[in-house]
């Protein structure tokens, strides 16, 4: 996976009267672009740095409904072939 960093200047005191650390703010970040439909449950979890199923619990806590779409379905079948794969090896 290839990434592009991105850098964000934040006034002094900003951070300190949000009261969320650098990890926080990404998965707020994740969370704003999920429930705006920018990103899938499993492009958001990737952005936040956790687990999609970490992301689907912060999204419950939330009371955020699961947008479950193609992309979703899509990694769910992978993992799926991947597990049967590994799975048949033994």
């Not at 009261?19 to 990737?46: M, N, P, R, T, W």
């Not at 939330?62 to 991947?82: C, F, G, K, W």
């Amino acid at each position: 996976m290839s990434v592009t960093p991105l850098s964000v200047v934040i006034p002094n005191g900003i951070l300190e009267s949000i009261g969320k650390d650098e990890q926080e703010i990404k998965l707020e970040l994740a969370v704003f672009f999920y429930k705006e439909f920018h990103l899938s449950s499993s492009k958001a979890a990737e952005f936040a740095g956790i687990s999609r199923i970490a992301f689907w619990k912060e999204l419950g806590k939330r009371e955020i409904p699961l947008n479950y779409d193609e992309e979703d379905a899509r990694h769910d079948v992978e993992t799926m072939l991947e597990f049967n794969a590994k799975f048949a090896e033994l």
